[in-house]
């Protein structure tokens, strides 16, 4: 079997280029604390309806109460959606 031939030039290696530092700052602080916000609000009102046995948030809702507490959940999905 022939040999084969060695390799009498170095291979490329390209010069290390200068990078910066890329900014990732969005401007999008708020998404994150008013999505949790939302989460915690709505798993409060929950809560406090089963716990005051329909009494509290609003008496008058009666079993609304847990569609209230379900759409401030449903609103922190829709702001976690903004979230970069």
Do not use: C, E
């Amino acid at each position: 079997m022939p040999k084969s031939r060695i390799r009498k030039k170095a291979d490329f290696t390209p010069p290390p280029s200068k990078t910066t530092a890329i900014k990732l700052r969005t401007g999008r602080g708020w998404v994150a604390p008013l999505m949790l916000a939302f989460f915690l609000l709505g798993l409060a009102w929950i809560v406090l309806f089963y716990v005051t046995q329909g009494s509290l948030p609003i008496a008058a809702l009666n079993n609304w109460n847990i569609v209230v507490g379900f759409g401030f959940i449903a609103g922190g999905f829709v702001v976690s959606t903004q979230w970069k």
